[in-house]
């Protein structure tokens, strides 16, 4: 079964709002990873979250894990229309650090 | 340092050639996951390699694809007698010294079958 399911699938917001995207699993996981991918474009890692981990920041990001929930959430706060782009979530459940990825949500930010 | 490199970005090919594509990881990387995104879809993991080592090679279908990452020059990402299926966009990624390191993504390669 796949693992990483985000939600919502699509958002759309006003420039300098946040953003917010969630995103649940179904086992055990050693880190869940957010990256970006920009229409027709490779995938831009953002930020790594361990499992022991509870939250992360990396400039406008962050990141929060619940392993008791298996969910993960990412925050873009003061959001930019360079922001818009496909964002997923990605888990190493599947051993071997291969990656199990949701099917992303699309951002998308309104100057 | 350069990043991954990925080529051709863009492949078009006929139902029944082979297409080639072909990952050179990170300077200083050595393992390789070779990925494949359908469209509107999030990346499903292929194969999983090390130098002249395949490790996981779970998610490759069973037929017609093949993977090798020799001790020499690119990973290479083989796909025979290609089928309108085979039409998607294939990711490789590599990551460091560990394989619990972060993984880096390729531009990808385009492969669209005729």
């Known amino acids: 079964s796949q693992q990483g399911e985000e939600d919502p699938q699509a958002l759309s917001i006003q420039e300098g709002e946040n953003a917010t995207m969630n995103c649940s699993y179904k086992t055990s996981i050693n880190n869940l990873q957010w990256y970006r991918q920009n229409s027709g474009r490779g995938l831009v890692h953002l930020i790594l979250?361990?499992?022991?981990?509870r939250e992360k920041h990396s400039g406008r990001l962050r990141v929060t894990l619940d392993t008791s929930k298996k969910s993960s959430s990412l925050l873009i706060t003061a959001s930019r229309a360079a922001d818009t782009a496909s964002y997923f979530c990605?888990?190493?459940?599947?051993?071997?650090?291969?990656?199990?990825f949701g099917k992303g949500n699309q951002v998308v930010v309104i100057p | 340092n350069a990043g991954v490199m990925q080529n051709p970005r863009h492949l078009v090919r006929r139902r029944g050639q082979e297409a080639r594509l072909r990952c050179s990881p990170m300077?200083?990387?050595?393992?390789v996951y070779w990925y494949r995104q359908l469209p509107e879809e999030g990346l499903k993991f292929m194969v999983y390699?090390?130098?002249?080592?395949?490790?996981?090679e779970s998610g490759m279908p069973k037929e017609r694809f093949s993977a090798e990452f020799p001790k020499e020059g690119p990973s290479i990402l083989r796909i025979q007698q290609v089928v309108r299926g085979d039409s998607a966009a294939y990711f490789c990624?590599?990551?460091?010294?560990?394989?619990?390191?972060?993984?880096?993504f390729g531009p990808g390669t385009r492969l669209t079958v005729l």
């Open positions: 300077k200083g990387h050595s393992h």
């Open positions: 979250i361990r499992s022991n981990e």
């Open positions: 990605a888990t190493d459940a599947g051993g071997n650090n291969r990656l199990a």
């Open positions: 390699l090390q130098k002249e080592n395949i490790i996981d």
């Open positions: 990624a590599t990551s460091g010294r560990t394989r619990t390191d972060t993984q880096y």
